[in-house]
């Protein structure tokens, strides 16, 4: 199913039955009193986190959701039936905003539930009314409408380790290899237009689009792709050995982190150079000297190690069970 970050719905609860006006009808009782039942009530609205960062793709297409009313009071003193309530399910990690009124909810536990609108109250019947002074009251009061509200729903992923870094450093092509994903990989940038997700002995990773200058105003998507760093407890910094200037590279995606602000800048981070089997030994220790002195916590790597890729397996383990998210 494809992947959707952001939704706009339009939500409402269901509305209250309405109260009816009936009056008792039974043999050798001419002038039976009141009867009229009360109005169900009108289905809630919740939203409900689940662990597929696909869900939103369901709600493509669809612009308005609604929970069933409830039911009209009957005769013989019988309530109308309550409306079902309405379970949007939105992906861990979601950021709900109603703009109606302003109010914010924050989805990041699996099967975490929020009500989000109530359901109209139902009328109340004619027998409602009655009183010693009003035995035969001849009115009813209709079911309260339900709330409404325009809802945009944002996804945050919430993930262990996250690898960033300039696009095509090879953060796919290492996701394949640490996980079983299969994110699509090419010789040529922008090959990941969405976030890919895997698993490492219980950790979770996310494969983050490739960020450039001037992501952080929203250029070739960044802040779409930045947001989802901000529930990251490990950053992994992918820098390919390809770079002329590898610290150049590594400062790029730095400053946009710093620039996108959220504390995306101040989460804990290792560096990874990449694809050092298309360089020599001295060029492999030259720019791993020159990315060591703005970070020590360097690994070097190449999906055709196998030696490096347990090394960097260790230090993904150990780093993100450290780290807190901020």
């Known amino acids: 199913m494809a992947f ?8 409402k609860a269901g509305d209250g039955g309405d109260g009816v006006v009936r009056w008792r009808r039974e043999k ?3 002038k039976g009193g009141p009867a009229g039942g009360n109005g169900g009530q009108g289905g809630d609205v919740y939203l409900e986190a689940v662990s597929d960062i696909t869900m939103l793709a369901r709600y493509k297409g669809k612009k308005r959701l609604v929970a069933a009313d409830g039911g009209d009071g009957g005769s013989a003193q019988k309530h109308g039936q309550n409306g079902a309530d309405l379970v949007v399910q939105v992906p861990v990690g979601s950021f709900v905003r109603n703009q109606n009124t302003t109010q ?4 990041t536990n699996k099967e975490q539930r929020l009500l989000v609108l109530r359901g ?25 409408p339900g709330q409404a509200g325009t809802f945009v729903i944002e996804l945050r992923l919430v993930v262990d380790v996250g690898l960033i870094g300039l696009p095509n450093a090879g953060k796919s092509s290492l996701l394949n290899e640490l996980t079983a994903a299969r994110a699509k990989i090419g010789a040529y940038p922008f090959t990941t237009l969405e976030p890919n997700l895997g698993m490492l002995d219980g950790l979770i990773l996310a494969d983050i689009p490739g960020l450039i200058e001037g992501a ?3 250029k070739g998507l960044g802040t779409k792709f930045l947001r989802h760093i901000e529930r990251t407890r490990l950053l992994a910094h992918c820098v390919s050995i390809e770079h002329q200037n590898v610290r150049q590279a590594y400062h ?4 946009e982190l710093r620039a996108y602000g959220r504390g995306l800048d101040q989460k804990s981070e290792i560096i990874i150079l990449t694809k050092t089997d298309l360089a020599t030994t001295e060029q492999v220790v030259t720019a791993g000297r020159a990315l060591a002195a703005v970070n020590p916590r360097i690994l070097t790597c190449s999906i055709h190690d196998h030696e490096s890729l347990l090394a960097l397996t260790t230090e993904l383990q150990r780093g993100a069970r450290s780290s807190v998210r901020l």
């Not at 959707?4 to 939500?11: F, R």
């Not at 914010?104 to 989805?107: G, I, Q």
């Not at 109209?120 to 309260?144: C, E, L």
């Open 104 to 107: 914010e909810f924050d989805l």
């Open 216 to 218: 952080a105003r929203g």
């Open 4 to 11: 959707i970050d952001e939704l706009t719905l339009e939500l």
């Open 28 to 30: 050798f009782v001419p």
């Open 120 to 144: 109209g109250r139902g009328g109340r019947g004619n027998v409602a009314f009655k009183s010693p002074t009003r035995t035969a009251p001849d009115f009813s009061t209709d079911g309260q």
């Open 252 to 255: 790029t995606v730095r400053r």
